[in-house]
């Protein structure tokens, strides 16, 4: 909880730190599909990283994750003061999605 505080302390940083997570668990999608360019060329210095998640997320846990934090974006832009919270709450989500044992 101190952590997000430090990483939230900027006003819209709760949104910075959605989007990012969003992009990653799209990104992680596409590549647990098959998708052509599921990895981004850029990230060839996390490539290790992006390859464990891989391994460690079935394509159903991302699916719900990525509704997740769709949604909680959805709502930081229509409610900014709960902003906080709403984005806290979501990355709790899709941290107990990683230990689930969703059906694919």
Do not use: C, M, Y
Not at 25 to 48: M, P, T, V
Not at 50 to 64: P, V
Request: hydrophobic share 45%; glycine share 8%; proline share 2%.
């Amino acid at each position: 909880d101190a952590s997000l505080r430090h990483v939230f302390a900027g006003a819209a940083n709760f949104q910075v730190v959605l989007s990012a997570a969003l992009r990653h668990a799209l990104e992680l999608h596409r590549a647990k599909a098959g998708a052509e360019g599921g990895f981004r060329a850029g990230w060839n210095k996390q490539r290790d990283a992006f390859e464990k998640h891989l391994r460690l997320w079935t394509e159903a846990a991302l699916r719900t994750a990525i509704e997740v934090l769709e949604s909680a974006l959805t709502q930081t832009r229509r409610e900014p003061g709960l902003g906080h919270s709403l984005a806290e709450q979501a990355l709790w989500e899709v941290a107990e999605l990683r230990g689930a044992r969703l059906p694919n």
